[in-house]
């Protein structure tokens, strides 16, 4: 069986391998897979390629199926390497790489996993496509990043400074347009004042269509004017003299002084008949007509050549903008420049400069922020360590109220090296504190207790040989309420000793028990004996064990004898309490004594035994028999502490001196003196902290380069760059290093410097040109000259920068005149003549010379004026202040020292911006009116904040009791406030009045009795008058005790004890007579329990010191038992704390830390007031604690941040510029802060610079110096400002915010908006007419979902052909792109309905009607058709496809749909809806409504051909009818009255009649009432 097992085990595995071969073989080879390249890592501050950097990748082996199998699958030497040295990108390589963008690719279909998107032909979001282009990280310089086999630079590193551009955006796709032409022009004039004169109107084209779409529309219609009379018939000819345009400028281009050269053009006359035919110029060139001119000088002309476009400029960077500040379209520019500059009739120059949306180039589909996001999630605040806590600088202590700072900066989330990124990247809303209150701890000094009680005299050691008394010492304690800490003083010391006599060591203490006991039972006194404890005590009268006396003398017997008085012998009582002590130390004199007495209770009988003498009625001692000095233990402060060898910080020992002194006078002391068991410990273990170093984050990239001018006309500019404090020094830690914000210059762009044209001199020689007429001598010509473009460093610079920033450039050629012999010849003119008032005139002359002054042709003054005048004027020139001035802004310091805010308050100015205005209201320049500048300053001050102003406290008051019931009192102090101005920091919340602030504190009362008590003596023999028993009195010494300080009593007289308090010092009593029994004094009560009940008792006890004599009575009750009474016997002692006073600070200081005491008493459950010592004892609650720390919140002030650097002045117009500057708060204020301010934002004004408009007049009439053929037409183009005085020319030029402001001329566009000149030609008799180029339209953009799908659009200008011939040409029109981002939507628009009918047409969205660009599909009706039927009673559906009425019914029509609402009879009325609207006649009241009415339909429903038919043959009868009712009249001589009988008559129905071949005459129908 084993056997078969083992060969089963054996084949299984060799079945287990082949399956595995098998396996193997399956999945073919295997082969290394690597993942990305992980971020470049290294030490922190090593960038570029240090060595430390590395950058590490995943690799794994994988079958040929895609599966990860086992690295040993592979070949091990072929593993791709997995570690690699890499280039760490930092802050400081910002400006190494940028983003490349690729072109848009073709627009594609949007695609799905089904298929293609649906794309139709048509515009709109189902016609939406996508196309792409690449987005390549690059390196603008030299590679710095070495990849073997890899080019292409990782994303990430770009991604580290920018965002990544998209890259895909939304197209249209075969989106057909429509043509859309605009509204007609009015009609024109009549071509002729007589005869078949025709009139023509036009329209332009605003969108082309595209190949897909409708085509345009015809763009004229001409119509024949009417009601022309015939023109005159004859055969005579009419001739036209036609002039040709000019020709090219021809010549051999040599200038004699290397000027520009000039040469000349020419143009063709002819005469044209009307019937079209050329014929000879003597036809239309006579003696009396100055023939045109056929040749002119000229310069050649030179075509505008321009650059390559240059790279696009960057968008502006959003994230280095305050948080939500995106400009509203913010856009990027490229421009080419002008290589050579037009001249003559050259070409002129295309577009300069082309905008593009920063949302068309980094935008997605769904644009966030105009296209622009700086995703922020992607950041997060930093916040580095709090620096430590400093005072506020109005503090005069150095504790108390302060303020910590830290700084926080915006990094990547992912970041561990804590690279600063630009702020903006983070939100601002979450941004961290930098600011919060703190308190610098005051000194807290030590606080003790007062002294405790001095305890019973003890003494360290006994004199054991001889059982002696030794000198021992009584102590007394005080506790430490309030360690010091931050410095404060130190405690003294809490133990005092005074020196004392002890007992001896050892001493057998004996005590009685019960009274005497006879020992003769029947006599019952005599010789007896008395029990007694007997007790072995120490020196401090503490047990110890018996063997510890028996050492010294034997143990007293537990009975002793005694005598017991019979009763006829004398009874003394038991020794009295001995008397406080006369003096409570040995003075230089002697010490003190104390006494003791006892009192006769009975006097002897007749044989008694006598009482004893007077003098064996009182024991004296000598007491306090010690040296009156105290003595302690004083410390030294402790040392530094102190380190091991080698050990920098950790754990340590501090030592200081302990030293035995005598306390008053202090003096050295030994140390027997001192208990040394109380000795405090001369060594501790302390602690030095770690220093901890300061640590600063690495720089930022530096800022950008400035890419506008400051207007300061400087072209050097700062580049900055900051690094953070990430942690604080402390504990002597390394300080920071200098420098956290660096600098370097950087260059400014181009347009901040100034530039110049240099013109050459004019050439000598009026140049005639080298055309093809060689040989004139004299004539037009033309002199030239050369231009330069120089900067303002004096450098010869390209010609586009001066075309660009500079000036208008001058012009290069002027004409000049080489007079012929029979040209009028004149000396220059005269200067004017001067000005004798400001409303006379002025003239100049000029004068003939050489044979011009026989010239009859020079004398005609309508030719050649000989004299000038002009109108005197008197400028008057003022100043205009312009708005009111701006807020105080005060003047900035130089430099603010790092961590102090900006000055708020003090001297600043007010600024208002001026100009100079002439008579007329016209800005000149700021001299003229002595004005130094555009912006004036106004001296002003802000008034500094006045903080709450806080006097010192005052002296403490005297103590006032807070009532009959309170056992404390209170005392109180204050100080004087004055009240905060000008948002200063308000005062203290703890005063309730404006002018002070108080505290409190609980005191006790002061009484004169405080520190002394009564002290009661033994009560004295019971005196009796006459008799020696019965009734009588004793009496007891009182004496006023004192305790001093050192809590040592003193008698002192009696009038200083409160006589309230005062004991009985007699009493009534009762001395037994012979043979009488006599007891004791009463023991002590026994106690009762502190919570008892009635069931309690307490006893007392005395007992027989002479027994009765028989037969005489017996003795009284020997014990006595009292029910406990709770609130009198049963007394729970409590503490009773005051109420807290008020929390008190350190000296000069006004917040933080402090401390607030209360007092305490004992008190009894029923109020009374008891010593401290029983609630020591057995109080029923815990000891509330006397102090306590408390503290006053820190005024927290509001902080702001630094004002912003002022904006630049805006780039437009304006006589209200502002520039502005802002804060923003970055601590908000406690109720205890200096408020914010109210001004987060400032303005200013920028200096006013007029709007200057261009004017342009319509263009005149088209004018040629022939009567057709090629002319000129003129326009006036002149530059105004706001209130429409017209200023020089050059303003306008000189204030544009383009590029090539002064220069747009050279531009197409720009040529075309100062334009005053335009070529045009008079069509000549039988020639083709066209009608001249519109205006190029507004920049048309394809949009889906009203949002530009591109920002480049189409402008179209069109002309009509206004001769309808085969041989002409059509219409035509011409197209540019443009830049646009206004979409246009077409709808259409209607009237209300009126009668069934209304207007229907299509508008842009701007308000234009247009034919075109609304779709034919959703038209609107503009009838109210019944192909449904008529759903109306008594109504049909007539031949036009109209609801109408049955006869005798009038219809009443809806005014929302138009419809017929209802049929109603011929008598009813308006229905009383006021929805619908009767169209037939109600009542025969009014004939001219009637007749609108019937009109009004009439024209509303045409009749066809039958109706039209049977109508005109109708209207036959009715004219001949009419015409014998004529005849009728005429033969009657009576006449009656038509219109009698007019209300009775019913009105005619012209509803079928239609009115193009009725008129008003013919309405009147035959009635049936004929006057005869």
Not at 1477 to 1493: C, F, H, L, M, Q
């Amino acid at each position: 069986m084993m056997g078969m097992t083992g060969a089963f085990s054996m084949w299984s595995q060799l079945l287990l391998c082949f399956l595995q071969l098998q396996v193997t073989l399956s999945r073919g080879e295997f082969q290394w897979k690597t993942g990305p390249w992980t971020e470049c890592r290294g030490v922190e501050g090593h960038c570029g390629s240090h060595a430390s950097n590395s950058q590490t990748r995943d690799a794994w082996c994988q079958d040929s199926y895609g599966v990860t199998t086992s690295d040993t699958n592979c070949k091990s030497a072929s593993k791709p390497r997995t570690e690699q040295s890499c280039f760490k990108v930092c802050a400081e390589h910002h400006s190494m790489f940028e983003w490349t963008l690729g072109l848009w690719g073709q627009c594609e279909v949007q695609t799905t996993r089904e298929g293609p998107a649906t794309a139709i032909l048509g515009c709109g979001p189902a016609s939406l496509g996508l196309k792409h282009r690449t987005v390549t990280c690059v390196e603008r310089g030299t590679h710095l990043i070495q990849r073997p086999g890899e080019d292409a630079i990782p994303d990430r590193i770009c991604e580290r400074f920018w965002q990544k551009p998209s890259v895909v955006r939304d197209c249209l796709i075969n989106c057909s347009q429509d043509c859309v032409v605009g509204e007609f022009d009015r009609w024109s004039e009549c071509t002729h004042s007589c005869g078949n004169a025709t009139k023509t109107r036009t329209r332009r084209v605003l969108v082309p269509n595209n190949e897909h779409g409708a085509i345009c529309p015809t763009l004229s219609e001409t119509t024949t004017c009417s009601g022309l009379p015939p023109c005159p018939s004859g055969d005579n000819f009419e001739y036209t003299l036609k002039v040709d345009p000019w020709s090219h400028c021809e010549g051999t281009w040599s200038s004699r002084d290397g000027s520009q050269p000039v040469g000349r053009m020419s143009r063709d006359l002819h005469c044209v008949r009307n019937d079209g035919e050329i014929v000879d110029l003597s036809f239309c060139i006579t003696d009396d007509v100055e023939s045109p001119k056929t040749s002119q000088p000229c310069v050649p002309s030179i075509d505008c050549v321009l650059s390559e476009w240059s790279l696009w400029s960057p968008c502006p960077n959003i994230c280095q903008l305050p948080y939500g500040a995106v400009p509203r379209e913010p856009q990027r520019h490229r421009t080419r420049t002008v290589k050579q500059v037009p001249s003559g009739l050259g070409r002129l120059c295309e577009e300069l400069v082309e905008y593009e949306s920063c949302s068309d180039a980094y935008s997605s589909q769904q644009p966030h922020q105009n296209g622009l996001d700086c995703r922020r999630g992607e950041y997060v605040w930093f916040t580095a360590e709090w620096s430590p806590c400093a005072t506020y600088q109005s503090n005069t202590a150095p504790c108390g109220a302060g303020i910590q700072t830290r700084h926080v900066f915006c990094i990547r989330a992912s970041d561990t090296e804590h690279l600063p990124m630009p702020s903006n990247l983070c939100d601002v809303q979450d941004l961290p504190d930098t600011y919060q209150p703190c308190a610098v701890p005051c000194p807290v000094d030590c606080v003790v207790s007062s002294w405790g009680s001095w305890d019973r005299c003890r003494s360290e050691e006994c004199m054991l040989e001889t059982n002696k008394k030794a000198k021992g010492h009584r102590t007394r304690e005080r506790q430490v309420i309030v360690q010091p800490s931050h410095g404060g003083n130190d405690c003294p010391h809490v133990y005092e000793f005074a020196p004392c006599t002890t007992s001896p060591c050892y001493s057998w203490k004996v005590s009685s028990v019960g009274g005497c006991r006879a020992t003769d039972e029947e006599r019952n006194c005599g010789d007896g004996m008395w029990t007694q404890a007997v007790q072995c005590v120490n020196s401090n009268m503490e047990p110890v064990e018996a063997k510890w006396c028996e050492a010294f003398e034997l143990s007293p017997p537990w009975e002793t004898p005694c005598s017991l008085p019979c009763p006829s012998d004398c009874v003394v009582s038991e020794w009295g309490e001995w008397t406080p002590c006369s003096h409570t130390c040995i003075g230089r004199n002697q010490g003190g004594t104390q006494y003791r007495e006892r009192t006769i209770l009975a006097q002897p009988g007749e044989g008694g035994l006598p009482c004893p003498a007077a003098e064996d009625l009182r024991e004296v001692q000598d007491c306090n028999d010690h040296s009156c000095a105290l003595f302690a233990w004083q410390t030294d402060p402790w040392g530094e502490c102190t380190l091991n060898p080698g050990q920098r910080c950790g754990r340590g020992s501090q030592t200081r001196a302990v030293k035995c002194d005598r306390v008053m006078p202090r003096k050295d002391a030994p140390v027997i003196r001192c208990k040394p068991k109380l000795k405090p410990p001369s060594e501790r273990t302390c602690m030095v902290p770690c220093p901890i170093d300061c640590r600063v984050s690495q720089f930022t990239a530096w800022s950008e380069c400035p890419t506008e001018c400051d207007g300061s006309g400087s072209w050097l500019f700062a580049q900055v760059r900051s690094r953070y404090i990430l942690q604080y020094p402390q504990n002597a830690g390394s300080s920071c290093p200098a420098g956290f914000e660096e600098d370097r210059v950087c260059m400014g762009p181009e347009s901040c410097h100034t530039y110049t044209w240099v013109p050459t001199a004019w050439s000598k020689e009026c140049i005639l040109g080298d055309g093809q007429d060689t040989a004139l001598d004299c004539g037009d010509g033309m002199r030239t000259r050369e231009l330069t473009c120089e900067r303002g460093d004096d450098t010869l610079v390209a010609d586009d920068l001066c075309l660009r920033y500079g000036p208008t450039k001058p012009p290069t050629s002027q004409r000049c005149d080489i007079p012929c012999a029979d040209d009028c010849q004149f000396n220059p003119w005269s200067l004017w003549s001067q000005c004798l008032t400001c409303t006379s005139g002025q003239t100049r002359t000029r004068t003939l010379h050489g044979a011009s002054k026989s010239n009859p042709k020079c004398l005609n003054q309508a030719l050649y004026p000989s004299q000038e005048n002009r109108t005197c004027s008197c400028p008057f020139y003022r100043p205009h202040f312009i708005g009111t001035r701006s807020v105080c802004i005060i003047d900035a310091p130089d430099r603010t020292p790092e961590g102090e805010e900006e000055p708020s308050c003090g001297r600043g100015h007010q600024y208002q911006a001026v100009q100079c205005l002439d008579e007329n209201d016209v800005a000149v320049s700021l001299p003229i009116c002595a004005e130094d500048t555009a912006v004036t300053k106004h001296p002003c001050g802000v008034p500094c904040p006045t903080d709450c102003h806080i006097g010192d406290w005052g002296p403490w008051g005297s103590c006032t009791s807070d009532g009959p019931a309170s056992f404390f009192g209170t005392q109180s102090r204050r100080r004087e406030l004055m009240q905060p101005q000008f948002g200063g920091r308000p005062c203290p919340l703890e005063a309730t009045d404006s002018l002070f602030e108080a505290q409190t504190r609980a005191c006790n009362p002061p009484s004169q009795f405080d520190m002394v008590q009564w002290h009661a003596g033994t009560w004295g023999e019971c005196v009796i008058r006459g008799n020696d028993c019965g009734q009588g009195t004793q009496q007891r010494n009182l004496s006023c005790l004192q305790t001093d300080l050192g809590g040592w009593m003193t008698v002192v007289n009696s009038s200083l004890c409160h006589p309230d308090s005062r004991p009985d010092h007699q009493r009534h009593c009762n001395k037994p007579c012979d043979g009488q029994c006599v007891v004791s004094e009463w023991s002590h009560w026994s106690g009762c329990p502190k919570n008892c009940s009635s069931s309690f008792h307490r006893q007392r006890s005395r007992y027989i010191l002479r027994n009765p004599s028989p037969g005489v009575g017996g003795c009284p009750a020997l014990m006595e038992s009292q029910q406990c009474m709770a609130r009198i016997q049963c007394i729970q002692h409590y503490w009773n704390a005051s109420q807290w006073g008020s929390c008190q600070l350190g000296e000069n200081t006004q917040c933080g830390v402090g401390r607030r005491s209360r007092l305490l008493t004992c008190v009894t459950v029923t109020g009374a007031s008891v010593r401290t010592h029983h609630c020591e004892k057995d109080a029923s609650n815990a000891r509330p604690v006397m102090t306590e720390e408390c503290s006053i919140p820190c005024p927290l002030d509001c902080r702001m941040s630094a004002w912003s650097e002022w904006s630049t002045c805006p780039p437009t117009c304006g006589t209200h510029r502002m520039q502005t500057r802002t804060r923003r708060i970055i601590q908000n204020p406690n109720d205890r802060g200096r408020p914010c301010p109210d001004d987060l934002l400032q303005s200013r004004p920028c200096e006013a610079v007029p709007c200057y408009t261009y004017r342009h007049t319509e263009w005149g009439p088209c004018i040629a110096q022939g009567e057709c053929g090629s002319g000129v037409r003129r326009r006036e183009v002149t530059c105004h400002q706001p209130n429409g005085a017209e200023v020089d020319f050059d303003l306008c030029l000189k204030f544009q915010s383009t590029l090539y402001h002064s220069n747009m001329n050279i531009s197409q566009r720009g040529y075309e908006l100062l334009q005053r000149v335009q070529s045009c030609q008079i069509p000549c008799p039988g020639e083709c007419q066209r009608g001249d180029w519109s205006q190029w339209s507004e920049c048309y953009v394809h949009c889906a979902n009203n949002r530009p799908i591109d920002t480049h659009g189409t402008q179209v200008r069109s002309r009509a052909s206004l001769t309808q011939r085969d041989d002409c040409p059509r219409d035509e029109w011409e197209t540019r792109t443009c830049r646009g981002t206004t979409c246009f939507e077409f709808l259409w628009r209607m009237d209300a309905w009126s009668y069934g009918v209304r207007n229907v047409w299509c508008q842009r969205s701007d308000g234009i009607t247009v034919t075109g660009g609304c779709l034919e599909s959703i038209r609107p009706n503009s009838i109210a058709y019944c192909s449904e039927g008529c759903p109306v009673d008594n109504s049909f559906c007539s031949e036009n496809e109209m609801c109408s009425c049955q006869k005798g019914f009038k219809p009443m029509y809806s005014q929302e749909s138009g419809e017929l609402a209802q049929c109603v009879m011929a008598e009813s009325g308006r229905s009383e809806g006021g929805k619908m609207i009767t169209v037939g006649p109600a009542k025969d009241t009014d004939r001219t409504n009637e007749s609108d009415t019937n009109q009004l339909e009439q024209e509303m429903f045409p009749m066809d051909f039958l109706t039209i038919l049977v109508l005109g043959t109708t209207a036959a009868v009715v004219l001949v009818m009419v015409i014998v009712v004529c005849a009728i009249c005429c033969c009657c001589s009576k006449k009656r009255d038509s219109n009698k009988n007019d209300d009775k008559l019913p009105q005619p129905q012209y509803r079928d009649y239609g009115n193009n071949f009725w008129d008003d005459g013919a309405k009147m129908k035959y009635t049936g009432e004929i006057d005869l």
